[in-house]
């Protein structure tokens, strides 16, 4: 059961960016952000530090538009004693053509168990996950940096609220 799952996780989360890669090319924007690479939406890759990948995780954040603020994915992979999958939808607040947003996403964490024995997550579960950040786009640089708070919630009665933080690159920008 928890192979298929995941494998259902994988396969949304490529479908997803090839169909918005193919839109993008397609389409145009007028935009200053969108000069410097027309055709593609923003992507960012980073690592997250709590968060809804539980402890360590590794993301890849997409934009649903061609410019920084607005609807996108989230998708990544993480390790808390064992495997975890977080997949959420977030929306970005903030003038498109700045560097400062609020994040505001939800969404759901995978979670495999990695066989240590432990009280509160002994079995594969799927959890849901909301956050709050702020993000800040580097001037002249790719770089991304995340902080905020997020929850989780483990078996449905014990809900984790604490701090997390992130540093990431864009992929396709180069201001």
Not at 75 to 92: D, K, Q, R
Request: glycine share 10%; no cysteine; hydrophobic share 45%.
């Amino acid at each position: 059961m928890k192979t298929p799952l995941s494998l259902v996780f994988i396969m949304l989360f490529f479908n997803i960016t090839v169909v918005m890669a193919q839109e993008g090319a397609s389409g145009k924007s007028k935009d200053s952000l969108s000069k410097a690479s027309p055709l593609k939406p923003i992507m960012i890759i980073d690592v997250q530090l709590l968060g809804p990948g539980i402890f360590l995780s590794a993301n890849f954040d997409i934009r649903f538009f061609k410019h920084n603020n607005g609807l996108g994915l989230r998708a990544g992979f993480g390790n808390a004693f064992g495997f975890t999958v977080p997949l959420s939808i977030n929306y970005l607040i903030g003038n498109k053509n700045k560097n400062s947003f609020l994040e505001i996403g939800a969404g759901i964490t995978y979670y495999i168990p990695s066989g240590i024995d432990l009280d509160l997550l002994e079995q594969p579960m799927i959890s849901p996950n909301t956050y709050v950040m702020y993000r800040y786009k580097a001037k002249k640089q790719p770089m991304v940096y995340r902080v905020g708070v997020s929850q989780v919630n483990v078996n449905g009665d014990f809900i984790r609220l604490y701090p997390t933080i992130s540093i990431g690159v864009m992929l396709n920008r180069k201001n």
